[in-house]
């Protein structure tokens, strides 16, 4: 089934010049990216984003890092994409990240983790609506569509 998962970038991979390296290898899974912004990522935006960590006695510290330098929010659309974003970007916690996932191959920390990924579609929809409003999520085709699921 097709499905709209969010990501991010995060600062750690902003400030290293990952960006590049890291939308690469979204797209040659095939998965299609319908929402792109690079943005500094607001206080509300970052409670409404980590509200289930609110109570953690990581939520000060984690808020401050999301905060620290700009961020790419991503909308991405493609077979699966909940299931085969989280798979990309591996452990949550880099050090135990299989490689050639991304987190295993470019980071080695679990607060300074490299990309974020929506972990179900209830979240994917309520994170997506964050950063993006439905018309800012664009229509189009990718030319390999039929050859990649
Ligand atoms: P992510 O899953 O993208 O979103 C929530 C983030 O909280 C997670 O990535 C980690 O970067 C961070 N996180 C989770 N657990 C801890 C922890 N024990 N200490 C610090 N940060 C954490």
């Known amino acids: 089934m097709i499905e709209r998962t969010f990501a991010m970038i995060k600062p750690d991979s902003v400030v290293r010049g990952l960006i590049g390296e890291i939308i690469q290898r979204l797209e040659r899974k095939g998965l ?46 493609g077979e699966s994409a909940v299931s085969v974003m989280r798979r990309i970007i591996g452990a949550t916690d880099s050090k135990e990240a299989m490689p050639g996932t991304v987190r295993g191959d470019l980071s080695c920390s679990k607060s300074m983790n490299a ?22 999520m664009l229509r189009y085709s990718r030319l390999d569509e039929s050859w990649v699921c």
Do not use: C, W
């Open 115 to 136: 990309i974020h990924a929506s972990d179900s579609p209830e979240n994917a929809k309520r994170e997506l609506s964050i950063f993006f409003t439905e018309s800012e």
């Open 32 to 77: 299609k990216i319908v929402g792109m912004k690079m943005i500094q990522i607001s206080e509300g935006q970052a409670d409404r984003l980590y509200e289930v960590h609110k109570e953690k006695p990581f939520f000060k510290e984690l808020v401050s890092f999301i905060r620290s330098a700009p961020v790419v929010v991503l909308a991405i659309e």
